[in-house]
């Protein structure tokens, strides 16, 4: 039987009880904090932790890091320069710029401005950031010397471009510009996912639902001004996004890894080396980093936040051996429509009986439901489909008002309460404890990104040689999930030649889409 640990349990004792912890008194002025002002937005948050906490490190690099007024004022600097152009506020500001400062920088920038934006990984395929970048009728892009260097980017008359460097050099503030002023419920930035249909699509996000979600995660993670967090994700999925304000809205400083640029290598010696104190990643990159490093122990972690995709039995009990019994490990559920909705702790000398680790109990205002095929209830121990109620959930997809309606439901009482069906099947237990039983349609799970397998099949079916092709995942023997296209085609050689199909992907879609195989069928 698992150890029931609930994120309102008492933290050192392991029983039900009052949050404390030894930063205790701290962290309860700053969850009252979060309480009086769910009002506010994102960045006039920032700018009341950048005023509290001037001296303290905001966020660190490779080769650099800020403290919490230096970051102010380069995005006050920015912020400025955004707003000198005049932008149509209806529209969002692109972010075409690497994870890491830089991109913090951009992204509060543009809040500030009184804008909203929208991520473009660099590193990825042209084509998709194309699309991103006509699907959300972006009306600036904002640059870097590195993305300008890496990114094969189209902009078109109606988008204008902005470099990040010059805009540091030619104007540097620590007071903030008179700038238009974002409310709550204006919307604060678009992430686009994996989409159904063969294009990505954008979910839309205001001020008030994910502060909310902030406040979720400070209060079950005990954050603090004096811990150490990673930003280990990708900035253009809901965890990178997450991970960032989680850390920057509660004082503490963000510790920027690059995976793409540095691998595993050097993560374990990083990780001490940085005295990380809390860290959040994918399972599939835990699992590696403490397959690579099992004599490590990483004495200063005091929490890990694993996500993204089922966390094992074996994931548990390599963080028995390898963290301190101080050390708590936390898993859930959460999606990028509406964030974390479910939580469970785990600590060294917890016992986890079943082959993968519970999704976890209720917390605060996201009310679960299991609805069968009519949309009614089920009752206890039934399964069906998971949805989610609540204020503080994504407000539906850009300019998708298909899409929206046919996931999005509002209750007629209360406009801000809506119920998000997320397309995962599940059962609640007597004890409510909510079992994940997998996907109801073709959505599925790579080393913890979402993929819609039709936008694999209409980027394969896009290839001159290609006729018909259908994906499908399949389990290696290291228990990882991989992807094998199966495809009908007029060259009778082409499965013989997967590098040529792989750079013809690679040009259209991320690297956890390409196929690991690919097979070739007479039909």
Same mark, same amino acid.
């Given at each position: 039987?698992?150890?029931?640990?609930?994120?309102?349990?008492?933290?050192?004792?392991?029983?039900?009880?009052?949050?404390?912890?030894?930063?205790?008194?701290?962290?309860?002025?700053?969850?009252?904090?979060?309480?009086?002002?769910?009002?506010?937005?994102?960045?006039?948050?920032?700018?009341?932790?950048?005023?509290?906490?001037?001296?303290?490190?905001?966020?660190?690099?490779?080769?650099?890091?800020?403290?919490?007024?230096?970051?102010?004022?380069?995005?006050?600097?920015?912020?400025?320069?955004?707003?000198?152009?005049?932008?149509?506020?209806?529209?969002?500001?692109?972010?075409?710029?690497?994870?890491?400062?830089?991109?913090?920088?951009?992204?509060?920038?543009?809040?500030?401005?009184?804008?909203?934006?929208?991520?473009?990984?660099?590193?990825?395929?042209?084509?998709?950031?194309?699309?991103?970048?006509?699907?959300?009728?972006?009306?600036?892009?904002?640059?870097?010397?590195?993305?300008?260097?890496?990114?094969?980017?189209?902009?078109?008359?109606?988008?204008?471009?902005?470099?990040?460097?010059?805009?540091?050099?030619? =104007?540097?503030?620590?007071?903030?510009?008179? @700038?238009?002023?974002?409310?709550?419920?204006?919307?604060?930035?678009?992430?686009?996912?994996?989409?159904?249909?063969?294009?990505?699509?954008?979910?839309?996000?205001? #001020?008030?639902?994910?502060?909310?979600?902030?406040?979720? #995660?400070?209060?079950?993670?005990?954050?603090?001004?004096?811990?150490?967090?990673?930003?280990?994700?990708?900035?253009?999925?809901?965890?990178?996004?997450?991970?960032?304000?989680?850390?920057?809205?509660?004082?503490?400083?963000?510790?920027?890894?690059?995976?793409?640029?540095?691998?595993?290598?050097?993560?374990?010696?990083?990780?001490?080396?940085?005295?990380?104190?809390?860290?959040?990643?994918?399972?599939?990159?835990?699992?590696?980093?403490?397959?690579?490093?099992?004599?490590?122990?990483?004495?200063?972690?005091?929490?890990?936040?694993?996500?993204?995709?089922?966390?094992? =039995?074996?994931?548990?009990?390599?963080?028995?051996?390898?963290?301190?019994?101080?050390?708590?490990?936390?898993?859930?559920?959460?999606?990028?429509?509406?964030?974390?909705?479910?939580?469970?702790?785990?600590?060294?000398?917890?016992?986890?009986?079943?082959?993968?680790?519970?999704?976890?109990?209720?917390?605060?205002?996201?009310?679960?439901?299991?609805?069968? $095929?009519?949309?009614?209830?089920?009752?206890?121990?039934?399964?069906?489909?998971?949805?989610?109620?609540? =204020?503080?959930?994504?407000?539906?997809?850009?300019?998708?008002?298909?899409?929206?309606?046919?996931?999005?439901?509002?209750?007629?009482?209360?406009?801000?309460? =809506?119920?998000?069906?997320?397309?995962?099947?599940?059962?609640?237990?007597?004890?409510?404890?909510?079992? #994940?039983?997998?996907?109801?349609?073709?959505?599925?799970?790579?080393?913890?990104?979402?993929?819609?397998?039709?936008?694999? $099949?209409?980027?394969?079916?896009?290839?001159?040689?290609?006729?018909?092709?259908?994906?499908?995942?399949?389990?290696?023997?290291?228990?990882?999930?991989?992807?094998?296209?199966?495809?009908?085609?007029?060259?009778? #050689?082409?499965?013989?030649?997967?590098?040529?199909?792989?750079?013809?992907?690679?040009?259209?879609?991320?690297?956890?889409?390409?196929?690991?195989?690919?097979?070739? @069928?007479?039909?």
């Amino acid at each position: 039987m698992h150890q029931r640990n609930r994120p309102s349990q008492d933290l050192e004792t392991g029983t039900p009880g009052k949050v404390r912890n030894s930063s205790n008194v701290e962290f309860e002025q700053f969850v009252s904090f979060v309480e009086s002002t769910t009002q506010q937005t994102l960045i006039s948050q920032f700018d009341s932790i950048a005023e509290r906490y001037p001296e303290s490190p905001s966020i660190c690099g490779a080769d650099q890091s800020l403290t919490f007024q230096e970051l102010q004022a380069r995005v006050n600097s920015l912020a400025a320069r955004i707003a000198d152009r005049n932008l149509n506020r209806k529209q969002p500001i692109a972010v075409c710029v690497p994870q890491g400062i830089d991109f913090v920088v951009s992204i509060l920038a543009a809040m500030k401005a009184g804008h909203f934006w929208t991520p473009l990984d660099p590193a990825i395929a042209a084509a998709r950031n194309q699309h991103i970048l006509s699907d959300s009728d972006a009306s600036l892009v904002l640059v870097n010397e590195e993305s300008l260097a890496t990114t094969n980017l189209s902009i078109d008359r109606k988008n204008e471009t902005l470099s990040i460097e010059e805009t540091v050099e030619a =104007r540097s503030s620590k007071s903030a510009p008179s @700038l238009p002023m974002q409310e709550t419920n204006d919307i604060a930035f678009i992430l686009y996912t994996s989409g159904s249909t063969g294009k990505p699509k954008g979910v839309i996000h205001t #001020h008030r639902s994910f502060l909310h979600n902030v406040k979720r #995660h400070s209060e079950s993670f005990q954050f603090t001004s004096h811990d150490r967090a990673t930003l280990l994700y990708s900035c253009t999925v809901y965890g990178g996004v997450r991970d960032i304000f989680n850390a920057l809205l509660n004082g503490a400083s963000l510790h920027h890894y690059s995976l793409n640029q540095r691998g595993l290598t050097d993560l374990a010696d990083w990780l001490v080396e940085s005295k990380i104190t809390i860290y959040c990643s994918v399972a599939t990159v835990f699992r590696q980093l403490v397959a690579t490093h099992q004599d490590r122990k990483f004495s200063n972690i005091r929490l890990i936040k694993l996500g993204g995709e089922v966390v094992r =039995r074996t994931d548990f009990e390599a963080f028995q051996k390898a963290f301190s019994a101080r050390c708590q490990l936390s898993c859930g559920l959460a999606s990028t429509e509406v964030g974390a909705v479910r939580q469970f702790f785990l600590k060294t000398n917890s016992v986890v009986e079943k082959s993968r680790v519970s999704c976890g109990y209720e917390i605060s205002d996201m009310e679960v439901l299991i609805l069968d $095929e009519n949309g009614n209830q089920c009752p206890v121990g039934q399964s069906g489909e998971i949805a989610i109620r609540s =204020r503080y959930i994504a407000s539906g997809y850009w300019r998708r008002p298909d899409l929206t309606d046919a996931a999005f439901s509002v209750d007629p009482q209360d406009p801000l309460l =809506r119920t998000f069906r997320m397309g995962d099947l599940g059962k609640i237990e007597a004890d409510g404890e909510l079992i #994940h039983l997998g996907r109801r349609d073709r959505q599925v799970k790579i080393h913890g990104n979402r993929v819609e397998l039709p936008e694999i $099949e209409v980027a394969l079916i896009g290839h001159p040689s290609i006729q018909d092709a259908l994906v499908k995942t399949w389990v290696d023997a290291r228990s990882h999930t991989r992807l094998v296209a199966y495809i009908t085609s007029t060259d009778r #050689h082409l499965d013989s030649d997967e590098e040529s199909l792989r750079a013809y992907l690679c040009e259209r879609l991320p690297g956890y889409m390409i196929p690991s195989r690919f097979v070739l @069928l007479d039909s």
